[in-house]
């Protein structure tokens, strides 16, 4: 059985960018699987997760939700699945911010720093060894030998894609290690990560060898690394747990986000009044201005990694219905012009 912590706020509070579940829900419905039961209690359904903008839950909900699938879905490895599905662009701002790193090292310590932003339900740190190599050694938040798995699985594979996305697919890791028992698909592991693989170790980590960290990142530049790096900065979970209302604002910012919604749209669409949402937000210690170009900067960042979406298309998709607004508003929000910030990532 599951730990039980629920006076933890980490496991209680909506921090968890839910790409995981949307994936569940996409290969349940790939493989005919009904997962309306999944949500059972939840107040949400499978629809929610239909659209681009991300549903946050709370860790509780998100291993509530995975539980689930895992017993309803005909697929062995689940989690390697997933995982393999996932490019950079599945990593959103970090993505973009380990791309303009000096060198994968700096990279990969980006990558462990500003996890939490891209949903991952792992804690995570790195481990230097004495021939120079470097571990990521990974843990669950709370112990649940059921999800486990599953949760080493996804991000290990979807690391893994990403690692490749920034080094090429040549890149493999020195060795996998995985603290539970080998499942009956084992031998996947070792055909999806390329390396030696042993399951029941002491604890769930993947070493990278030394001549991998010095690698020259595709799009290192200082200055836009900076640029990104606060916005991921932004995006972390504060001291305080992470508000229900600014997951909610966030998520109808999203929906919406073309539209260019004002705020007494969005309080009206919670049944608030202006003042109390922006009462409710000033609590949280942010304001509605704040999401708002949160949500604008990181649609626009992620769509401009796309070459074949004009700035014109990414600054109409973002709300803006005039190109040279959008520019200013850009260079505002990272301090440099869209068309750089694209010629930088392509670079």
């Known amino acids: 059985m599951p730990s039980q912590h629920h006076d933890d706020p980490r496991l209680n509070t909506a921090t968890i960018k839910s790409g995981i579940v949307a994936g569940l829900v996409a290969m349940a419905r790939e493989h005919g699987v009904g997962c309306d ?14 659209g681009e903008a991300p549903v946050y839950l709370s860790y509780r909900q998100a291993c ?11 697929v062995h490895g689940p989690g390697l699945v997933l995982g393999q599905r996932q490019g950079i662009g599945h990593f959103g701002l970090l993505g973009l911010a380990m791309l303009t790193a000096p060198q994968f090292v700096q990279a990969l310590q980006l990558g462990i720093r500003y996890a939490p932003i891209t949903g991952a339900m792992m804690e995570m740190e790195l481990d230097e060894h004495d021939d120079g ?41 020195r060795v996998l290690e995985l603290a539970y028992a080998p499942p009956s698909y084992a031998a996947d592991y070792v055909h ?21 960290l010095q690698a020259a990142m595709p799009a290192n530049n200082t200055a836009s690394a900076q640029q990104i790096i606060a ?6 979970p504060a001291g305080q747990p992470r508000s229900e209302i600014v997951a ?26 202006e003042r109390t949402l922006r009462r409710q937000l000033h609590a949280a210690k942010t304001s509605f201005s704040e999401l708002h170009d949160r949500v604008r900067s990181e649609s626009a960042l992620a769509l401009l990694a796309d070459s074949r979406v004009s700035i014109a298309h990414v600054g109409a998709a973002v709300g803006f219905k ?8 850009f260079k505002r929000w990272t301090g440099v012009a869209p068309r750089e910030m694209r010629e930088k990532s392509e670079a």
């Open 37 to 50: 039961g999944w949500f059972s209690g939840l107040r949400l359904g499978p629809a929610a997760f239909d």
């Open 64 to 74: 509530q939700i995975m539980r689930r699938a895992m017993r309803s879905l005909p």
């Open 133 to 173: 190599a470097m571990s990521v050694v990974a843990r669950m938040v709370s112990t649940d030998p059921e999800l486990e798995p599953f949760l080493c699985e996804e991000l290990f594979a979807s690391s893994l894609m990403l690692c490749r996305g920034l080094l090429g697919a040549e890149f493999r890791p």
């Open 192 to 212: 999806v990560f390329a390396c030696d693989v042993r399951f029941e170790a002491p604890r769930n980590r993947v070493v990278i060898d030394p001549r991998w």
């Open 231 to 236: 916005l991921c900065e932004e995006q972390m």
């Open 248 to 273: 909610v604002v966030e998520r109808l910012l999203r929906q919406r986000i073309a539209d260019n919604p004002r705020e007494v749209q969005i309080a009206a669409e919670l049944h608030l009044t």
């Open 322 to 329: 005039d190109a040279r607004e959008f520019r200013r508003a």
